[in-house]
C-alpha cells in the first residue's frame, strides 16, 4: 500500500468550459471531487494525502478568479473542518501564507490547532507553494542555524521543510493529460512513482483511487538499485 499519494488537481477550468459553465464552477465540481478521492484514500488506509491546489504561480490568475479559490480555502477550514475533526484527520498546509487576508489565516491556523493531535490520518495542503522555494527556505534555514557546509546534508535539509514529519510521496497522480510536475514537492518526490490521467479533476471517483492504489501495487519500486 502507499502510504503517500500525491494530487496534481489539474483541468477545472477546462471541465467547466467543456461544459459550457463558469470558470468558478469547475473549481467548484473540483472541490467535491476533492472530498470523494480524500475520504476514499482514507477508507482505503492510505495515511497521507497531499494535494496542490495553489501555487506561488496562480496568483497571476485573474484576481475574481483567485478571491474565488481563496473562498473555498476559507470553507474547507471552516464549514468543511466539522468532517475532518469527525474523522480524526490532522490538516496542514505548507507554503508561504503570509499573502492571505487575515480571516483565511485564522481559519487555517484554527483548523491546524483543532487537528493536530489526530495521528491515523494528514491531508496536506500544498497552497501558494512552490517546490524550489520549499528547498531554497529549507536552505535558508540551515544557514540561521549556524550549521557548517559539511552539516549540510540531506537529512539536515529534509529536517528543515514545511511539515518536516510528512514523509516522501510514493505516487504522484496528475489529471488532465497534462506530463508535468509543475513544482510540486521536488525534495520529496525524487522516487516517486507517477500516474498520469486523461480525465479532469472533477471527474475523479473513488474508482480511480482503488484503480490507482492498485497501479501502484504492480510497479516495482528500486530506488536506484
Not at 467543456?18 to 469547475?26: E, R, V
Not at 490520518?121 to 528547498?135: H, K, L, N, P, V
Not at 505516487?171 to 490521467?197: C, D, I, K, Q
Amino acid at each position: 500500500m502507499p502510504k503517500h499519494l500525491g494530487f496534481i488537481l489539474d483541468g477545472n477550468r477546462r471541465w467547466a468550459r467543456m461544459h459550457s459553465l463558469p470558470d468558478f464552477d469547475g473549481h467548484l465540481a473540483g472541490y467535491n471531487a476533492l472530498k470523494e478521492v480524500l475520504r476514499a484514500a482514507f477508507d482505503m488506509d492510505v495515511p497521507y494525502v497531499t494535494i496542490y491546489a495553489f501555487s506561488t504561480e496562480n496568483w497571476k490568475r485573474e484576481r475574481g478568479e483567485v478571491s474565488k479559490l481563496m473562498r473555498l480555502a476559507l470553507q474547507l477550514v471552516t464549514s468543511d473542518l466539522k468532517e475532518l475533526i469527525e474523522h480524526r484527520t490532522k490538516i496542514r498546509f505548507l507554503g508561504n501564507i503570509d499573502r492571505f487576508d487575515k480571516k483565511l489565516l485564522q481559519g487555517i491556523e484554527k483548523a491546524e490547532a483543532a487537528t493536530q493531535n489526530f495521528t491515523e490520518r494528514t491531508f496536506a495542503i500544498c497552497f501558494d507553494y512552490g517546490g524550489q522555494q520549499e528547498i531554497v527556505d529549507a536552505t535558508k534555514r540551515c544557514i540561521a542555524d549556524g550549521l557548517t557546509p559539511d552539516e549540510v546534508t540531506e537529512d539536515a535539509i529534509a529536517a528543515r521543510l514545511y511539515a518536516p514529519d510528512i514523509p516522501p510521496v510514493d505516487m504522484v497522480v496528475r489529471t488532465s493529460g497534462e506530463h508535468r510536475l509543475s513544482n510540486f514537492m521536488l525534495w520529496r518526490v525524487a522516487y516517486s512513482e507517477f500516474m498520469f490521467m486523461d480525465k479532469f479533476w472533477p471527474d475523479m471517483t473513488r474508482e480511480d483511487v482503488a484503480d490507482i492504489i492498485e497501479e501502484y501495487k504492480r510497479r516495482n519500486r528500486r530506488f536506484g538499485v
